[in-house]
């Protein structure tokens, strides 16, 4: 199965500031990322799909980059609604499998 | 509006069996595969078990192989999940969540996600 790790486990950062969230795969994926927001009680929701393309209705301060193994989430200006905990998931394989999850919190 | 409804779940004794379901409304349910996705208290997210839109291909994550059977109803627009032989570790919310390839398989609608206890 493919593993799925992330990067950092957690972070608080100040409204307004640029946060920056990895995700490895243990091979290679092509773009086959998902990233997801999950915020406390609800079900996650998709932000990013194919590792760039953001989804309908997902604001524009939210960017995905990268192929291969190695990708990335960019919150280009983090706003208290943000506070969630973030999900990568790969859909190369029929066994799909996420990342642990990174925790964002305002500072 | 597009809409999934999970119901089912409840708190059921170790080795004892459970059946959730899925309703799907205000989409095409027979274009969309499906998955079932688990969040133990407290924990990340649990890739369960995916089905085809036609159900014709089924796979399953070890955790959860041999004791767990998906199976649809296109004709109901619903998602089922057969859980037998639970074990304390299967307790978590359950959720179903859609997908379409043309979107790189992304999951989405999701259900609003059903709690299953095992406990004795």
């Known amino acids: 199965d493919i593993q799925m790790t992330q990067s950092p486990s957690s972070l608080s950062a100040s409204v307004g500031d640029r946060v920056t969230i990895t995700c490895r795969a243990s091979q290679s994926i092509s773009t086959y990322l998902n990233w997801y927001q999950q915020k406390p009680g609800k079900a996650p929701k998709v932000l990013i799909y194919?590792?760039?393309s953001l989804w309908s209705g997902v604001p524009s301060r939210f960017r995905g980059s990268g192929s291969g193994t190695d990708f990335t989430l960019t919150i280009s200006s983090l706003q208290p609604e943000d506070v969630a905990t973030y999900y990568c998931q790969q859909s190369d394989s029929n066994f799909r499998t996420f990342g642990p999850g990174t925790k964002v919190e305002i500072k | 509006q597009v809409q999934m409804v999970e119901s089912g779940g409840g708190v059921v004794q170790p080795g004892r069996s459970l059946r959730l379901s899925c309703e799907a409304s205000?989409?095409?349910?027979?274009?969309?595969?499906m998955h079932w996705v688990r969040q133990a208290p407290g924990k990340g997210l649990e890739w369960v078990a995916v089905i085809w839109y036609d159900g014709s291909n089924k796979y399953y994550a070890d955790s959860v192989k041999g004791r767990f059977t998906a199976s649809r109803d296109n004709s109901r627009n619903t998602l089922y999940l057969q859980m037998d032989s639970l074990r304390v570790e299967d307790t978590a919310v359950y959720y179903c969540?859609?997908?379409?390839?043309?979107?790189?398989?992304?999951?989405?609608?999701w259900g609003q996600g059903t709690l299953v206890t095992v406990s004795s």
């Open positions: 969540a859609g997908y379409q390839s043309h979107v790189a398989g992304a999951f989405d609608p």
């Open positions: 194919g590792a760039s």
């Open positions: 205000g989409f095409t349910f027979s274009n969309y595969g």
